[in-house]
């Protein structure tokens, strides 16, 4: 009987999993579509060769990156960390490689990725508000996109616990005759 509590709870867990899942899903689809009507209305304010491939920087950095690891409960996570900063696993290699040197004397090494400039000084120093709209909205996506890809480690979890109990269970019913 306590197998069948377990599935009925992973069950409701996987249920509440996909509703999450559909509910960013849907949030991600109407960042996007900001985004891109934003970045339109940019294009009709400046012009349509004011906001384009020519104005790209020859050479582009990341703003962001994703960065993934184990959460407590041994799921995969996903998260969106700024180019510049450091995420707490490099914070602790680092801080363990000083505690090996501490001593030797060195010098402080400077941080060798400064953050990257924003993109939209390319286009100029001024640039309209809706270009800055469709910079917002398409953040916001990444991090939708990176929320949504937990969910979906979550969810196959959960698929697979749920598929194991059942065939427990199936093992465990009496065969009628």
């Known amino acids: 009987m306590l197998k069948k509590e377990v599935r009925d709870f992973l069950l409701l867990q996987l249920l509440e999993d996909l509703e999450q899942l559909e509910a960013k899903r849907q949030a991600l689809n109407a960042r996007v579509e900001e985004g891109w009507l934003s970045l339109s209305k940019a294009r009709y304010a400046m012009g349509a060769k ?8 020859s ?12 959460a407590q409960d041994g799921l995969q ?10 995420t707490p696993e490099e914070v602790g ?15 402080p090494e400077p941080d060798s990725s400064p953050a990257p400039q924003n993109p939209l000084k390319w286009f100029g120093i ?3 508000h809706s270009l800055r709209q469709a910079q917002a909205s398409f953040r916001e996506g990444l991090q939708l996109a990176a929320d949504m890809a937990s969910l979906q480690s979550r969810i196959s979890w ?7 109990l059942q065939e427990k269970l199936k093992q465990l019913e009496p065969r009628a005759p």
Request: net charge positive.
């Open 77 to 86: 996570k996903f998260w969106m960390v700024r180019a510049g900063t450091q």
């Open 158 to 164: 959960g698929r697979s616990q749920l598929h194991e």
């Open 59 to 70: 050479h582009m950095e990341p703003q962001v990156r994703v960065c993934t690891g184990e």
């Open 50 to 57: 004011s906001v384009g491939p020519l104005q790209y920087a």
């Open 126 to 128: 001024l640039v309209p």
């Open 93 to 107: 290699s680092r801080e363990a490689a000083l505690r090996r040197h501490k001593g030797l004397p060195r010098t």
